[in-house]
């Protein structure tokens, strides 16, 4: 079973009402994330190896592999960063090589780099996010200023996003890629940076996104992470699949009893 684990009380709560209307729409598919045949190719290395995978709705899904195995590839393929070599990525049923805006207004991308716009101060970043997918509405900015004040980043709204930390432009672009309730949050790497208190709530968050309806796909080299907050797991290897399931599964697979993902 996976570990139980939770912040106070009040702020689950708030977490749970900023996450109210996340749910897809009447005609929503079953499947919210379809990989047919993924192949990513520079020049004669191999990337990625034709990867078949498909992740229902209402779920978090961790990608786990070592440095090197084409997670973050894949991550960019399904963000729409990248275009397959070979193979389609769908999400919620569009093609994102045919049906590009459908498919991509659908994702929220939080990379393990944050790269931002510092001369923009954070609040403006998140109104210039929420307009681009005509989202700059007052319940976008009420749902900002709720996320910036879980991460005790509220206070810095109207500061230049040049003068933040490593971990608060991870937050703030964690915070930019929720305001808009997408379907699917595609994550890499979700916990570089944060400090302890924030991993934790984002660990709540995730699963209060999940109740509400969305689905997280994330991937990660780090072993608890992944056992601490997945309900499914692919583990990678140069550029394949080579288990997966939930973690019971795979330890029958190993037929090791209680045996952890390491």
Not at 56 to 67: M, Q
Request: charged share 25%; aromatic share 6%.
């Amino acid at each position: 079973m996976r570990p139980e684990y939770g912040i106070n009380q009040p702020v689950q709560e708030q977490l749970r009402r900023l996450m109210d209307g996340v749910g897809p729409g009447e005609d929503a598919t079953p499947e919210m994330l379809q990989l047919n045949g993924i192949v990513k190719r520079y020049g004669d290395f191999v990337a990625v190896n034709g990867l078949d995978l498909t992740v229902p709705r209402g779920e978090i899904f961790g990608f786990l592999g070592p440095n090197g195995a084409g997670k973050t590839t894949t991550i960019r393929m399904v963000a729409g960063v990248l275009e397959p070599t070979e193979g389609s990525v769908l999400v919620g049923g569009y093609d994102l090589a045919t049906h590009p805006v459908e498919a991509k207004s659908r994702i929220g991308y939080i990379p393990d780099r944050p790269y931002l716009y510092e001369k923009l101060s954070g609040g403006e970043f998140l109104r210039f996010v929420s307009g681009l997918w005509g989202k700059d509405e007052p319940p976008s900015e009420d749902r900002a200023d709720g996320m910036l004040e879980i991460f005790n980043l509220l206070e810095w709204k109207h500061e230049l996003i040049e003068s933040y930390s490593h971990g608060m432009r991870q937050k703030l672009l964690i915070t930019s890629a929720l305001i808009r309730q997408p379907e699917l949050i595609v994550v890499d790497e979700p916990m570089v940076g944060l400090d302890p208190r924030s991993a934790r709530i984002l660990k709540d968050l995730f699963r209060v996104y999940v109740e509400r309806g969305g689905t997280v796909f994330l991937s990660s080299h780090t072993l608890e992470v992944v056992e601490a907050v997945c309900d499914r797991i692919a583990i990678l290897r140069e550029g394949s699949i080579i288990a997966q399931g939930t973690m019971d599964e795979l330890r029958a697979q190993v037929d090791s009893g209680g045996a952890d993902l390491e």
